[in-house]
């Protein structure tokens, strides 16, 4: 990445307009001011602690909200991690901050060795990243920044310049990581679906031989409480697996982990309508995609949703071969039934055992399996299914939880505390907040924004949240909290209902903070800043 000639925002757009002397910051304006503050020079870190560099779908999701700010640093936020992407198409999942001393974070450069163990699959030489990828948001995340602020981004080309890169990184997903041979991508790591410690990995992961513990040091520890974090024995299998993957040139077949994962698929749905509607707008054919992203859709449908469940699940693709399963409904022994549950919902009776899902499928309910009401496509009778799952004993949304849980509140592994395994995310409130209004369901998307809103300018943007009290936890001023604040208090001025879909600038607008009953301006922007 050429540092030297890292793009800074334009004198013409406005710095932050702070509130009046003695009255109390809006929450847009706390908003604004964490990304200031976690801004680079290039990029935003997700947080200035634990998170020291440029992560990849936390980079879509900053720029999903900067371009409320400033479109100009959201386009440069999008292009700066795409300066990094391999020959291969991939775009990794860390691109390091060479000024950032090694033992700041684990796993570091001169574990992945991404220029030289990467050179096969066009690793860049001149920057260092990760091997592995993250969800695919970014085509989602380009489309409306160009929204935000057509005429700057016409005049820079943004779209021209990044589409190319984008598809690349769409071909590399839809071909390299079509492991299962059924259309899906797979990820091959748990870290690559973003949900990292999520309880659907246990499975596919008890298959993997731990690293040694004296092989590495979490630099997480530091920042956060062991009995929050992930255990040292799902770390070890966590270096091991990347390990391996490393020694093997970061080849895409083989590794003992492989697995379709709904959310991970469902974003990259999204994405394929947003290139759809770039390539319109560069003057070519989107009919292509779009027709691509409609048989992803119904390949996402015949691969992972489940009836019984109610949601979609993740499809172990490495699970051993199950033997002597009844024909009558395709429903082997290879998982046992849920087990009873072990925390019933207040107000709610524990609902009885499921029925085990399908051979191959993974028999944990997570939020995962809920982001894909994200696709305008999906039959009604899954939406519908899937609205009920959400309300329901398991997610409680709108019934006893403030936001939406990352993991079944009755499943045996639910923690309110521990790294995605119960805790909320703001990421996940918002893209089911946005896939209720895809279908129509303003009511319990209006009471989903909400309490994000609230729980955000109450824990001063947390990591994630207890679901039950809405007690932060991880690191506070965390950038997509701040950014995905921004976009709801943005949401509904600028009239949007579908992610697919465009969301006009609302400059000059003026919108009232219902949290903090305090008027906040929609075309605050910002002043360049210099690598810190």
Request: hydrophobic content about 40%.
């Amino acid at each position: 990445m050429d540092r030297t000639a890292q793009l800074v925002t334009s004198s013409t757009e406005r710095s932050i307009a702070y509130d009046p002397p003695g009255s109390p910051p809006s929450l847009h304006t706390r908003a604004a001011r964490v990304l200031e503050a976690n801004w680079t020079g290039a990029s935003t870190v997700p947080s200035r602690g634990l998170y020291p560099h440029q992560w990849s779908w936390d980079s879509a999701f900053i720029a999903i909200g900067l371009r409320h700010l400033s479109p100009l640093r959201a386009q440069t936020e999008l292009e700066t991690l795409l300066t990094a992407q391999w020959g291969d198409g991939r775009i990794p999942h860390i691109v390091f901050n060479p000024s950032v001393p090694l033992d700041a974070y684990f796993p570091s450069p001169d574990f992945w060795r991404s220029s030289t163990a990467g050179h096969t699959a066009g690793a860049p030489r001149t920057v260092e990243t990760s091997g592995i990828v993250q969800p695919p948001v970014h085509a989602l995340a380009a489309w409306l920044v160009h929204r935000a602020d057509p005429g700057l981004s016409r005049s820079r080309c943004f779209l021209a310049r990044v589409y190319p890169r984008l598809a690349a990184w769409h071909r590399y997903l839809l071909h390299r990581r079509d492991l299962g041979g059924g259309g899906l991508a797979s990820v091959v790591h748990p870290w690559e679906q973003g949900m990292d410690n999520s309880p659907a990995w246990d499975l596919p992961l008890s298959r993997v031989t731990p690293a040694p513990a004296r092989s590495f040091r979490r630099a997480d520890l530091d920042h956060g409480a062991a009995e929050d974090r992930p255990t040292d024995l799902d770390y070890g299998r966590y270096v091991r697996l990347a390990t391996d993957y490393r020694d093997a040139g970061y080849a895409d077949s083989g590794g003992e982990f492989a697995v379709e994962d709904p959310a991970f698929n469902a974003l990259l749905i999204a994405s394929e309508h947003a290139l759809a509607r770039i390539a319109d707008e560069l003057g070519a054919t989107g009919t292509a995609r779009h027709a691509r992203a409609e048989r992803l859709t119904q390949a996402l449908v015949e691969r992972l949703w489940d009836p019984a469940s109610g949601m979609f699940l993740c499809r172990d693709l490495r699970a051993p071969a199950t033997v002597g399963h009844s024909t009558a409904d395709d429903r082997g022994p290879a998982f046992p039934p849920h087990r009873p549950a072990a925390r019933p919902t207040a107000g709610h009776e524990a609902p009885a055992p499921d029925l085990a899902p399908a051979p191959g499928l993974i028999p944990e309910r997570g939020v995962s399996g809920l982001v894909p009401l994200l696709l305008p496509g999906l039959p009604r009778d899954i939406v519908t299914a899937l609205l009920r799952t959400a309300a329901g004993p398991h997610f409680g949304l709108g019934t006893t939880t403030r936001l939406l849980p990352s993991y079944d509140l009755l499943g045996e592994a639910f923690d309110a505390h521990r790294y995605w395994r119960g805790p909320a995310w703001f990421n996940t409130a918002w893209l089911v907040e946005r896939g209720l209004r895809t279908h129509g369901e303003r009511r319990q998307a209006d009471a989903l924004r909400e309490s994000a809103l609230e729980l955000a300018a109450a824990t001063d943007f947390a990591e994630y949240v207890d679901p039950y009290t809405g007690e932060g936890c991880g690191a506070t001023g965390f950038s997509w909290t701040a950014a995905l604040t921004l976009d709801l208090l943005h949401g509904e001025t600028a009239g949007d209902t579908t992610l697919t879909g465009g969301m006009t600038a609302t400059h000059g607008t003026t919108i009232t903070n219902s949290t903090n009953s305090t008027t906040v301006t929609a075309d605050m922007g910002f002043k360049g800043g210099n690598r810190r």
